[in-house]
Structures are given as structure tokens and as C-alpha cells.
């Protein structure tokens, strides 16, 4: 059925580093695909998004490239601060709804 | 941001007593969703309505029921509590499916069946 696999966590970087969170789908269609972000306490937010093929989404220095060959979106930043810690969510939408990995927590350390 | 509430935010109920969480919305949204986030299952959907008084299940709506008599409130209620129960639910909004709108979350409902 249908499914999203990120990696698990937690991921621990010192700031400043290279950040990348590797999310995976199974393919039906052309999904479109989604990385959604949650801070403490608070519900999810949208981070970015990708409707196609080759798209890439991206958004606060986030970005993620939609590859259908490998049926992948992962997340990458090239240089992370304490304030992206968080939890991170990868979900692809089917029809009338979303279907979500089961997140990827990051802790970043000064 | 979305207008998007929930209430309560925090309750904490016995096993066997009925629940009802709300959410509310002020976006004239069509689609609202019921999420339940539990650790290491990232969110699985509950329940969700494409209209007034349209309502289908989702992954896990055992134990579960949904109402929408208006467009601005979705409540999910819990018949009689169970343990298995405690979680945290996410309301969500989405205008549209047809443009593969993202969907929009609500601050979280912490529930605890003791």
C-alpha cells in the first residue's frame, strides 16, 4: 500500500553543519510530495513542497528534489542552525489525503 | 496563518468516559482531517469530511466518530475511552485536493486515558 520511509533519528549536528534527511515513497502515480516541520509544542508547518518530477522545493534555506527514478525527496541544508531543531516530516498526498513518514527528529547544538 | 483551532488542548479523562474534541476553523475550508501522532507513527489519519455532514474513515477510526453539521467545525469523538487512546490529535484543513493544496494544522489536542 501506499507508504513514506524516512530515516530515523534522532540526527544530532553541530551547527553549521550539512543537513540531509532521506525520505523515500512508494510509487503510485505522481504523487505530489511534502516535507512539513513541527517545533516544539506546536502543530505541523509546511516547509516545502514539490508537485512534479524534477521539481525542486524549497524554502528557508531547505530544499528537496522530486526523484521519480528513485522514488526519493530528501531534505537538505547546507548549513543548519539551533533554531531548525525540530521534527521533521516527509508525506506524499493520495487523492484526498496525506500519507506521512514517521518523522525525523534533529537536534542542532551551538 | 490559518485559522485554525482545537480545544481543549490538554484533558485528561478515565478509561470509559466519552470524549469530544473540537476543531474550529475560519477559512471556509472544505476539507478538515482528524490526525492522531503517536511516537515512531509520524500521524495517521482518524477521520475526514469534504463537506457539510460528508465524513469517511481513515487508517485507524476504530474506536472513533466523526461530526460536521457546519463548515467551520469537525468534532472527533471518543465513544468510551480507551488507554490505547492517549495521544496527541492534529486537526488539519485543506481547500482543495484538486490543486494538491498543502494542508493546514491545528495547534494539537494532548489527550491522556488513565
Known amino acids: 500500500g501506499d507508504s513514506v520511509t524516512q530515516m530515523e533519528g534522532p540526527v544530532t549536528l553541530s551547527e553549521e553543519a550539512f543537513l540531509t534527511i532521506n525520505c523515500t515513497y512508494t510509487?503510485?502515480?505522481?504523487?505530489?510530495l511534502f516535507w512539513y516541520v513541527q517545533y516544539p509544542g506546536e502543530g505541523l508547518q509546511l516547509l516545502l513542497k514539490?508537485?512534479?518530477?524534477?521539481d525542486k522545493g524549497s524554502n528557508k534555506g531547505f530544499e528537496a528534489t522530486y526523484r521519480k527514478e528513485t522514488t526519493s525527496f530528501h531534505l537538505e541544508k547546507g548549513s543548519v542552525q539551533v533554531s531548525d531543531s525540530a521534527v521533521y516530516f516527509c508525506?506524499?498526498?493520495?487523492?484526498?489525503?496525506?500519507?506521512f513518514g514517521s518523522g525525523t527528529r534533529l537536534l542542532v547544538r551551538p | 496563518d490559518a485559522g485554525i483551532t482545537q480545544s481543549p488542548r490538554h484533558k485528561v479523562t478515565e478509561t470509559g468516559t466519552p470524549v469530544t474534541l473540537r476543531c474550529h476553523q475560519t477559512?471556509?475550508?472544505?476539507?478538515m482531517y482528524w490526525y492522531r501522532q503517536d511516537p515512531g507513527h509520524g500521524l495517521r489519519l482518524i477521520h475526514y469530511?469534504?463537506?457539510?455532514?460528508?465524513?469517511d474513515k481513515g487508517e485507524v477510526s476504530d474506536g472513533y466518530s466523526v461530526s460536521r453539521s457546519k463548515t467551520e467545525d469537525f468534532l472527533l469523538t471518543l465513544e468510551s475511552a480507551t488507554s490505547s487512546q492517549t495521544s496527541v490529535y492534529f486537526c488539519?484543513?485543506?481547500?482543495?485536493?484538486?490543486?494538491?493544496?498543502?494542508?493546514?494544522f491545528g495547534p494539537g489536542t494532548r489527550l491522556t486515558v488513565t
Open positions: 488539519a484543513i485543506s481547500e482543495s485536493i484538486l490543486r494538491r493544496d498543502e494542508q493546514y
Open positions: 510509487a503510485t502515480g505522481y504523487p505530489s
Open positions: 514539490a508537485t512534479k518530477a524534477d
Open positions: 508525506a506524499k498526498d493520495s487523492s484526498y489525503k496525506l500519507i
Open positions: 477559512e471556509n475550508h472544505r476539507y
Open positions: 469530511s469534504y463537506g457539510v455532514k460528508d465524513t
